[in-house]
């Protein structure tokens, strides 16, 4: 079956630490993104990616980076710039980008601790 | 700028009575619209989307939602809530045309349907 399969599901890290989050997609989607949910706060968008090998930053790009060297993935960096880094992360995919009604697929999440 | 308000943090139903998730949006030009629903610890599933035509959009899981573009509304319904419609639901938007990979979503509202 087609889909997005983020790693870990779980993560901990300590302060002052970087943490990639990994996300690979079989649906030969396009474009890819990554998202930052917090409590009461809805999605925010973290960085987009149209094609390969190009990526722009979202809302809130500060302390965050990523890479898109292939199509299937689009991996997270949380650097230790990130002042607030704990949260849940979600990965999306989309077909193309030629159209705004395409619909986002979506992976399980990453849910990220900071102690 | 384009932003989506759900205005309701929560909503509680009682098993089998009609359910109502509100939202309402604010985008240049004629907008697509999305309906998201969220499990616990999971990612976001797509539940509808509204591109051009019939005003009223049927989905998934029996849900249906009502574009009315003089109230800039895009509120989600149920005509008899099941207990396992509880969950996270989000509203999103996206323009058309340039910009249209930009997709915003509201904050959510947490359906509850009381047994």
């Known amino acids: 079956d087609g889909g997005i399969t983020q790693s870990p599901k779980y993560l901990f890290r300590k302060e002052g630490q970087n943490v990639t989050l990994s996300c690979e997609q079989n649906l030969n989607h396009d474009a890819m993104y990554w998202y930052r949910q917090d409590p009461g706060q809805g999605l925010r968008l973290i960085y987009y990616s149209q094609i390969v090998n190009d990526f722009q930053k979202g809302d809130i790009a500060e302390g965050y980076s990523v890479s898109r060297e292939k199509k299937e993935s689009f991996p997270l960096t949380v650097t230790s710039a990130q002042k607030n880094p704990t949260a849940f992360y979600l990965c999306?995919?989309?077909?193309?980008?030629?159209?705004?009604?395409?619909?986002?697929?979506f992976g399980a999440g990453s849910r990220l601790t900071v102690l | 700028a384009q932003s989506v308000a759900q205005p309701e943090d929560q909503v509680n139903v009682a098993e089998g009575n009609p359910l109502t998730v509100k939202c309402t949006y604010s985008v240049s030009g004629n907008p697509y619209l999305f309906w998201y629903v969220q499990y616990p610890n999971r990612g976001l599933q797509f539940l509808l989307k509204y591109i051009t035509g019939d005003n009223l959009v049927k989905g998934s899981y029996g849900f249906e939602a009502e574009f009315n573009k003089s109230q800039t509304s895009f509120h989600l319904k149920k005509p008899s809530a099941l207990v396992s419609d509880s969950a996270l639901y989000f509203c999103a938007v996206s323009p058309r045309g340039a910009g249209s990979y930009q997709l915003t979503f509201g904050k959510g509202t947490k359906l509850s349907v009381i047994p």
């Open positions: 999306a995919s989309r077909k193309g980008e030629t159209s705004g009604a395409n619909v986002l697929t």
